[in-house]
């Protein structure tokens, strides 16, 4: 079965430090990947997605991840954080199973905060 | 201009109630799921359909009944509340089910059984 772990379970940083939020999957297959975040009390909201070409992925916010097929990782990184990126955020990978569903399957999340 | 609306936004209900959730897109998707999100905020999905069509239970109690009366609308009834039950629901849709296509979200159901 497809998993996705997410070993970076709380991460503390002050403003303007760099991040990198690691994220692996078990599948050997065809694979999209995904970052969501969810800010405290919202809803989930797409960061970035990767579903082919280039391996550097760019997102909102100023984020980037990138796909490394042969480690099946697909870490999140921003070159300096602001005290706004504090939130909860989730990797994500969908599968193909015999083309009939859409199977979002989350990491546990990381739970990121700023500190001013 | 809501993409994704739940109703009620907070639930609060004591065991043994039956209670329904309401979900809406007005994005034109035809897919759209139920995620549960637990205390420790995992998320796990619980049923997928695609144009009023059943296309994923997660081994989830027959306790839970979605309902798809049309393509932009995939309810939640639950039955027989019980204290498990307690976590955030989110409502989701996509396009046809293509791994390329992204899930929008709605804001979630907070889900207290007493």
């Known amino acids: 079965a497809q998993s996705v772990s997410q070993h970076n379970h709380h991460v503390i940083l002050s403003e303007a430090a760099s991040l990198e939020l690691g994220c692996n999957y078990s599948?050997?297959?065809?694979?999209?990947l995904f970052w969501y975040v969810q800010y405290p009390g919202q809803h989930l909201q797409l960061l970035l997605k990767?579903?082919?070409?280039?391996?550097l992925v760019k997102g909102i916010k100023g984020f980037e991840a990138e796909f490394i097929k042969s480690k099946f990782s697909f870490n999140l990184r921003k070159p300096s954080v602001q005290w706004s990126d504090t939130a909860e955020y989730f990797c994500a990978v969908t599968s193909f199973l015999g083309g009939a569903t859409n199977k979002l399957i989350f990491g546990t999340g990381t739970l990121l905060a700023v500190q001013p | 201009d809501t993409a994704v609306s739940q109703t009620p936004k907070y639930l609060v209900t004591q065991m043994g109630n039956d209670k329904s959730i309401k979900c809406e897109q007005n994005l034109g998707h035809d897919t759209m799921y139920w995620y549960k999100q637990d205390s420790k905020k995992f998320l796990k999905i619980m049923f997928s359909y695609n144009n009023k069509e059943l296309i994923i239970n997660e081994t989830v109690p027959n306790r839970f009944s979605p309902k798809s009366p049309d393509k932009a609308h995939l309810n939640l009834h639950i039955n027989s509340l019980e204290l498990g039950d307690s976590a955030v629901y989110f409502c989701a849709s996509s396009r046809p089910f293509s791994g390329a296509n992204e899930q929008y979200f709605g804001p979630g159901t907070r889900l207290t059984v007493t």
């Open positions: 599948y050997g297959g065809t694979v999209n």
């Open positions: 990767y579903f082919s070409g280039d391996p």
